[in-house]
């Protein structure tokens, strides 16, 4: 499925007469101009799946929130969104091929990562409260407690509940399961399985970070069938070799000058893990 058709830059030169007219002297940068000009990017055409693949400071984390302000997606994590946005928001143009659902948004690494914080704030709650539940249930099972008027009634209940049950069936009783049942990698996996639905365009920025190689594995898997079965369309930000091998994937490699169209194996950083490999590759086949 296909919402985004394409998107528009201001060039060199319309950024440049943006900034002439400008006469405030207290700004040190115009973010996000001249930023995509240093490329050469002025248009990105997009399929079911677009990534973009470039090193640090290319604009791919910049292409990505620029699309998602222009479109008014969904977002959680705050960015850098300078006082220039606006005027750049409007030197660009979008074409739409089918109405952005409303579930669309962008999800950034910092969105997982303050995800996996507040699952071990959780947890270390609930590791405290599960502690405080110990001594509450050695205490009721071994109190010489009586009831003496109806205000002991729920003590009475618990003391009960304490001397009929082990002290596992007592915790499970009085809290919550302990929701570590993940670890930080399947904890980033479980973020983008729930967040991203059905008939959704989804913004991605370097979704592998917190993700180990079999995790990377699953979530590629997990996005090609999204897209080939499920009605989604992702433009993906990523240093990856598994996310970059996506079946039918448009590649932008940002490090070009121009920026150019590539397949995956043509690209720098999967190149230098192809070769390393090859240098390797009697370590083996050793029996």
Do not use: L
């Given at each position: 499925m296909i919402y985004l058709e394409s998107i528009s830059f201001p060039d060199a030169d319309r950024e440049f007469d943006f900034i002439l007219k400008?006469?405030?002297?207290c700004y040190d940068t115009f973010y996000p101009f001249q930023i995509l000009p240093r490329h050469h990017l002025e248009q990105l055409v997009f399929e079911p799946?677009?990534?973009l693949y470039g090193g640090n400071g290319t604009g791919k984390s910049t292409v990505l929130n620029i699309i998602a302000e222009k479109l008014g997606l969904n977002r959680e994590s705050r960015f850098n969104r300078s006082n220039f946005y606006p005027d750049y928001l409007h030197l660009c143009s979008v074409r739409i091929r089918e109405p952005i659902p409303e579930n669309s948004s962008i999800i950034t690494s910092d969105d997982v990562f303050d995800y996996m914080l507040n699952i071990r704030s959780l947890n270390e709650g609930l590791d405290r409260r599960r502690e405080e539940i110990f001594e509450e249930y050695l205490d009721a099972k071994y109190s010489n407690f009586r009831m003496k008027s109806m205000g002991d009634y729920e003590r009475l209940k618990k003391v009960n509940s304490a001397r009929r049950k082990t002290q596992s069936q007592f915790v499970r009783q009085e809290m919550m399961d302990n929701i570590r049942?993940?670890?930080n990698g399947e904890s980033a996996f479980h973020y983008f399985a729930e967040k991203i639905e059905e008939q959704g365009l989804y913004l991605l920025d370097e979704p592998e970070n917190s993700l180990s190689v079999e995790r990377q594995q699953e979530l590629l898997t997990f996005l090609?069938?999204?897209?080939?079965?499920?009605?989604?369309q992702f433009v993906i930000s990523t240093h990856s070799p598994f996310i970059l091998a996506a079946r039918g994937a448009r590649i932008y490699d940002l490090d070009e000058d121009p920026v150019d169209v590539k397949k995956w194996s043509e690209l720098g950083s999967v190149r230098v893990y192809y070769e390393f490999f090859q240098k390797h590759q009697d370590e083996f086949e050793e029996d």
């Open positions: 400008e006469k405030h002297t799946v677009t990534i049942e993940y670890s090609e069938n999204s897209a080939r079965f499920f009605g989604c």
